[in-house]
């Protein structure tokens, strides 16, 4: 069992940055730094959607085209712990940001996740 638990959201100018953090905990929590993890998001009315992921050792970054250029994510094996940095964010950023890992050590998808973090919100004012 792999507890995620997020930190991080809040309430942002559009324009402004914001950083969210993911830290595992449980019996397995090693095991997450062999896997693939990752960020998803899901706004009021939508379906949930990926955001950004990256492999096990931290390459294979790949981020949804909203966010490319404007967000960053990054992991700290030794910690079990995950980030996304988000810069010039806008309004439709607005969400609730959900930490990921996969059941592999490659790359993540909402199909292949292993656990799921409780969310945290971001809103981003105009």
């Known amino acids: 069992q792999v507890q995620l638990v997020e930190s991080g959201g809040g309430l942002v100018q559009a324009g402004g940055s914001l950083r969210l953090s993911c830290a595992a905990s449980g019996r397995n929590a090693r095991t997450v730094s062999n896997n693939a993890m990752g960020w998803f998001r899901q706004a009021p009315g939508k379906e949930r959607e990926f955001v950004a992921g990256l492999d096990w050792r931290g390459g294979n970054q790949r981020y949804a085209d909203s966010v490319k250029d404007r967000f960053t994510i990054s992991r700290d094996r030794t910690r079990n712990t995950i980030a996304l940095q988000m810069t010039n964010l806008e309004p439709e950023d607005t969400a609730i940001y959900y930490c990921?890992?996969?059941?592999?050590?490659?790359?993540?998808?909402?199909?292949?996740?292993?656990?799921w973090g409780q969310g945290t919100q971001v809103t981003v004012s105009s």
């Open positions: 990921a890992v996969g059941r592999s050590s490659g790359a993540i998808g909402q199909s292949t996740v292993q656990s």
